[in-house]
């Protein structure tokens, strides 16, 4: 064989090679582009391990979807953060708000309507979306947020402290005249102890809770009128004034009351049941924490308000709309939520995560804490949105009559009668 002929087998067998190593050799796949979204959330004090875990799920799955948080104090700072940057065309593509929020941006046009991405997805009570959990995201005529979180008020005690004034730490009263009472024995050990705190300061979701659990409601059906104004909205004040006056309520704040509770100061802290957690971590080793339902008022009509946030998708279209709304199915479906509940003390909104014993199930066994909130969503109704620009205003109006009472400034009836006239005058003026 001469060297020609050589040298031409030799290109043969390059070429031959290098087809080969093309033919198997694995595909250089471009890289995908990254989509950046923005996603504001409220109270990060109680929520940010929940986005944190979250987030870090999310990434296993959509490894080319960044998110870049916004975070506020509060809900009522979120809403007035969205409703600022609307005006100059800033706003996240993502808020998640508190329900008695929604309504406002579901009637100004911000909230996008959620029905028809769920309806392209198949049956939504397939993906756990019930009815029930539906409603609270539902205003102004659309499914203006899908709920990620849910919460009602329960009790968080101090057993050392309620045996220590002879009560039964493993059967608290279950009515207010047995909680009032118990109180009352607490405070009078001394040393600074106070007996109890009922966290009226925050908005009106804890008035809703007296209201609602004596069978009452905010405006008439027809929402032309306040019907707090009632013999339910004053029982719920006269017994309100008889936490101070009978129960030796001080008039603290909700962070100075929780602060309190923590050193062990305090018997008896009703507020929402997010802040197990929160709780957890504050107290630590001082007593053992333990939690109990509220206290039944009317055993038929008797109702609950449903705190918590949704998710409500702000921006219309293109990959940031498609980006938003995969994150916001991924933090309600049931493996989202259940991250939610485990880093917080909300009730899972999800109802397969709710059903389903493999997402939550043993947590609830191995954390007894968790399970009052959840008894007692049978009888949690949403959480009343006043129509109108005016509800901010309208519930520190509540706040401030209440505050009232509180530092008995004024008799219950003297305070629900000037509430009734300052909402009065914030409400919409009927048509027609």
Known sequence: MNRETTAMIDRRTLHLAAASAALF??????????TEITVHYA??????????????EFAKREPNIRINYVTTVNYEEGMQLILRQAATGSMPDLSYQGFNRLRLFAERGIAQDLAPLLAREGDPAQHGY?????????????????AFAASNPICFYNPDLVRRAGGNPDALPTDWDGIIALSAKIKALGDGIEGMHYAWSSDDWMFSALLFGHGG????????????????GLASLVLLDRMVKEGGMANLSRDAAAQAFAAGKMGLFFWTTAMIRGSLQQVGRNFQLRTTGMPIIDAQKGRLPTGGAAGMLITKEGPRHEAAWKFLRFSTSPEGT????????????????????????????????????????????????????????VTQSVVNNSGR???????????????????RRLLPRPRG
């Open 25 to 34: 050799a694995p595909r250089v796949l471009r890289a995908q582009p990254v």
């Open 43 to 56: 109270q990060p004090v109680i929520y940010k391990e929940a986005y944190d875990a979250i987030t870090a």
């Open 130 to 146: 019930s009815p029930q959990m539906l409603a609270l995201g539902h205003f102004g005529g659309i499914q203006s947020g899908l």
């Open 217 to 232: 409601r905010m405006l008439t059906e027809d929402e032309r009128d306040i019907a707090f104004a009632g013999p339910e």
């Open 338 to 393: 259940s991250l939610m509940a485990r880093n917080t003390g909300y009730v899972p909104t999800n109802q397969l995560a709710i059903d389903e014993d493999k997402y939550l199930g043993e947590f609830y066994r191995q954390n007894p804490l968790y399970v009052p909130a959840t008894q007692q969503m049978a009888i949690s109704i949403p959480w009343y949105a006043f129509p109108g620009a005016n509800s901010v205003r």
């Open 405 to 423: 009472i509180v530092e008995q400034r004024a008799t219950p009836q003297q305070a629900l009668a000037d509430m009734a006239t300052e909402v």
